[in-house]
């Protein structure tokens, strides 16, 4: 019975040469963290999660903490039983329960690792195998950007790595104004290239209407992503579904699969982009998906393409890994020493064992944030 015996972490923060905006938040750092189970054998288990940057600490102390004397001693291939030990960290009402639910996703993503590594297996195979490669998109179109900063960008996106489509950020101006400048970005890319726009909670419901009624058919959207304000709930996002005629997706402002039953019993969303790495981990998300697929909704995955793309691969509804551009986002275009190149738009899977991804042990020299 291989145990646990050790649970390691590395935070990372990486300084971005530009402030992203979004609607209502913007990024200064692209941060993560490194965590390692080490088992009783000798196998390793490595993933990293998420992009947290001011509570990062609290995540790391959560897992050192608290959940590590919960599951060390563990059988590490008793996921279940792992995930279950961890899940009184949750139980502290004073506290945002999105803390330590990143930190159950980090431990959870390392635990996996090692149960692939244990089946000489990659986990999109072991978790279903459905495909062996996944379509790519580009997260983009951020505001404070030139149209010629928008031009270079969908070249990287489509010209130089063959993406199939990009997610357009919207949802902080006027909807006329957001409306022009995505026509502006399809008159830019042309016509074979997908869209989905993300107002990140920006709109009103009236406003992400308004939006619509704009754009009519001059750009067709693959979905709209979180097109409300969080406080209409799943009410404004079944709202706009039916009122705007357009597939809209949500799922990454949840934590849990309970959160996401009641977004799918209401007939809310077409797409459900739950982030395992905010959200409890790929034994959490897996939870999600298969409620997805009960009621026929399409599985996207906010960010996270080191770990979406085993998750959407594995799947039969799958959609799209993500990926923004390098400037956005260095961890996924520089930690990732073996990433590979994309295929006819495709990222093809790892076949190494585990989630089979090698980190560049320099970049994280580089970058680690705790000195």
């Known amino acids: 019975m291989p145990t646990i015996e050790a649970i390691e972490t590395i935070p990372l923060r990486v300084p971005l040469r530009h402030h992203y905006k979004g609607s209502y938040y ?12 080490r088992t009783s054998d000798g196998v390793v288990g490595e993933a990293y999660n998420a992009d947290t940057d001011e509570e990062q600490h609290e995540v790391l102390g959560v897992i050192h903490n608290e959940i590590a ?29 999105a803390i330590p639910m990143q930190a159950i996703a980090c431990v959870d993503s390392a635990v996996w690792d090692a149960v692939g590594k244990y089946a000489g297996q990659p986990l999109w195979r072991l978790w279903g195998g459905f495909r062996d490669r996944i379509p ?9 950007s030139s149209a010629a900063d928008l031009e270079k960008e969908l070249e990287f996106f489509k010209a130089e790595h063959g993406m199939v489509g990009m997610k357009f950020k919207i949802g902080a101006k006027p909807p006329a104004e957001d409306a022009d400048r995505l026509r502006q970005a399809r008159k830019i890319v042309g016509d074979d290239f997908l869209f989905v726009v993300d107002a990140n909670q920006g709109y009103t419901v009236s406003e992400a209407l308004e939006f619509l009624r704009l754009l009519g058919d001059d750009v067709r959207l693959r979905w709209f992503e979180e097109p409300t304000r969080w406080h209409a709930d799943w009410r404004g996002l079944r709202d ?28 809310a969303v077409d797409v459900c982009n739950y982030d395992a790495s905010w959200g409890g981990g790929p034994t959490e998300w897996r939870r999600v998906a ?4 009960a009621f026929d909704v399409e ?12 998750l959407l691969a594995s799947v039969p509804n799958g959609t799209f890994v993500e990926a923004f551009s390098p400037t956005r986002d260095p961890i996924f275009w520089t930690l990732l020493a073996n990433r590979p190149a994309l295929v006819n738009g495709e990222l093809p899977l790892p076949q190494a064992p585990g989630f089979g991804w090698e980190l560049d042990e320099d970049f994280i020299r580089r970058h680690r944030a705790d000195g």
Request: proline share 1%; charged share 20%; with cysteine.
């Open 69 to 97: 004397q919960r599951v060390v001693g563990l059988d590490v291939l008793q996921v279940e039983k792992v995930w279950q030990a961890m899940l009184p960290v949750t139980l502290d009402q004073l506290r945002d329960r």
């Open 240 to 267: 706009v579904r039916s009122r705007g005629n357009v597939n809209v997706a949500a799922g990454q402002s949840e934590i849990s699969r309970v959160g996401m039953r009641e977004i799918f019993v209401n007939g």
């Open 136 to 144: 790519m998109i580009g997260i983009g179109g951020y505001y404070g």
């Open 290 to 293: 298969a409620l997805a697929l």
């Open 26 to 37: 913007s990024m200064r750092n692209r941060c993560t963290i490194i965590t390692r189970i």
């Open 299 to 310: 599985l996207g995955h906010h960010e996270e393409g080191q770990v979406a793309s085993h």
